[in-house]
């Protein structure tokens, strides 16, 4: 086998592999020999048919296996003798020319191939004395914990129907359909949806106007959805509310005690505080981490900078492009409405592609050098994890997808391998606490960089912040009205 280097420009490879056809033939006639003893041909004793005709019956077909092992064998050992780590699965390119394939099957000619790839660059791993960061911490109060309690208690509360008007505190029951400018939108309409009036569960304005109503009543509300609201393409416009009173209920006593406790399957309380209190440091532990893990990456990415393989590059553009475009779509949003142009917004998040790439292969080697592994028992809980996502009907074929799928799988095991090295990182960084409050933990630095700015413009570097915090593309999104999303009425 003859390897030719043809091409050695920055990180792209050219590799011109000839096989003479004198080694094709010798491979051809060991499958051949092989074939003699097992083969069954009729008018010819077990093991007494010819090679010749047992080439003529099976030679294209066994010279088509030569050619393949070759193809899937080779170049794996070539990239590594030469002491190379390809970016991606190499091109493999071959003669399209007939007449020349039928020499080659047929012994008659050398077999030539090419393979194309980019190479994965040296990475030289610096000393991480330099790099520094601020974890912003919030000691979780009592009194923050006991309001979260009366929350659960709150859901817990009972209701009994009443035939007299809604007050403040009453729970409906309505039916609504949303318009603006008389056209029903998406997520606009919903079917026996509770309210508690004055929870401000609903956007401003919407449960102010059911007080007074009663069962049977039909009436429009009128609302204007936030500037800032969550849905883009329902922020900041007038929408009227079809709404039918199905039933009014007044609320019983709030009971925060053993037996609420106990209504939702717990043995006391204390055993209730100590869920919540748990779950609300998981959760402003989660923020704390986000940000400083932001920080950190922001630091590698000034420390790194080295061309990233194109290949790789170009698959992540289009992995956030798509996704662009989807949420465009699902908002009913232009590139013109975001202040911007298609062909700006590709220059943007081709940027943002580069720069995943590149800190990839930063925390891989750096991952490497350390000797960060994750084992198959973890990949196998966050497996279950992902699987539990999908409706019940569906989990036994996605986890069937995941288990046969090698590069689904390694969809699983990236971002575990990406917190370990994190965690690794941290071990070796500068790591300064600051106490901080609730709201100063919640403050998105992005919206304060841009609170004084007229108009957003869509942002690659607010995607790559969801991208970096570990956001799903794909998890189901709740209705945009009227309800508040989650976001909003936690940062309250």
């Not at 020499?103 to 990475?123: N, T, W």
């Not at 109060?141 to 006991?146: A, H, N, T, Y």
């Not at 009443?162 to 939108?185: C, L, M, Q, T």
């Amino acid at each position: 086998m003859q390897v030719t280097e043809t091409l050695n420009s920055g990180l792209k490879r050219e590799i011109k592999v000839t096989v003479p056809a004198g080694d094709m033939e010798a491979k051809l006639m060991e499958r051949l020999n092989d074939a003699k003893t097992k083969v069954r041909i009729n008018g010819f004793r077990p093991g007494k048919v010819p090679i010749p005709h047992l080439r003529k019956v099976y030679g294209k077909s066994f010279m088509a296996e030569v050619v393949n092992e070759i193809l899937s064998n080779s170049t794996r050992h070539i990239i590594a003798d030469r002491g190379e780590k390809a970016a991606m699965q190499p091109e493999v390119t071959m003669t399209e020319d007939e007449k020349e394939a039928e020499k080659i099957l047929a012994g008659g000619a050398d077999f030539e191939f090419q393979l194309s790839y980019e190479v994965i660059p040296a990475i030289e791993i610096k000393d991480f004395a330099g790099i520094s960061v601020t974890r912003q911490v919030f000691d979780v109060p009592d009194s923050e914990i006991e309001e979260q309690v009366a929350r659960v208690a709150e859901s817990s509360r009972s209701y009994e129907t009443k035939d007299g008007k809604a007050e403040n505190g009453d729970r409906v029951s309505i039916d609504y359909i949303g318009k603006i400018d008389g056209v029903a939108f998406d997520g606009g309409a919903g079917t026996d949806q509770p309210l508690v009036i004055g929870s401000k569960e609903f956007i401003p304005g919407f449960e102010e106007q059911l007080i007074g109503t009663k069962a049977g009543d039909e009436k429009q509300i009128t609302v204007t959805f936030p500037e800032n609201y969550s849905a883009p393409h329902l922020a900041g416009k007038e929408a009227t509310f079809d709404v039918t009173v199905k039933e009014v209920a007044s609320p019983g006593a709030l009971e925060i005690n053993d037996e609420m406790a106990k209504s939702l399957g717990l043995e006391s309380l204390d055993k209730l505080r100590e869920i919540v209190r748990g779950q609300i440091e998981n959760q402003f532990g989660s923020m704390t981490r986000q940000k400083v893990k932001r920080q950190l990456l922001d630091q590698l990415d000034q420390s790194y900078q080295f061309e990233a393989p194109s290949k790789l590059v170009e698959a992540e553009f289009e992995n956030i492009w798509n996704q662009v475009n989807r949420d465009l779509e699902a908002a009913g949003r232009s590139f013109a409405d975001e202040e911007t142009t298609e062909e700006e917004a590709r220059a943007e998040y081709m940027k943002l592609a580069e720069r995943r790439v590149r800190l990839g292969l930063v925390l891989a080697e750096i991952g490497d050098k350390a000797g960060v592994t994750v084992a198959d028992d973890e990949v196998q809980r966050a497996l279950f994890d992902t699987v539990r996502r999908f409706p019940a009907n569906q989990q036994q074929e996605a986890f069937e997808f995941y288990r046969n799928n090698p590069n689904a799988i390694s969809s699983i095991r990236a971002p575990l391998f990406e917190e370990k090295v994190i965690d690794h990182l941290l071990t070796q960084i500068s790591v300064t606490d600051q106490k901080v409050s609730k709201e100063e933990l919640m403050a998105d630095d992005e919206a304060e960089e841009n609170a004084a700015k007229p108009a957003k413009k869509a942002s690659a570097k607010k995607a790559a912040k969801k991208a970096e915090d570990g956001e799903k593309a794909d998890e189901p999104k709740k209705k945009a009205a009227p309800k508040k999303k989650a976001a909003e009425k936690a940062a309250e």
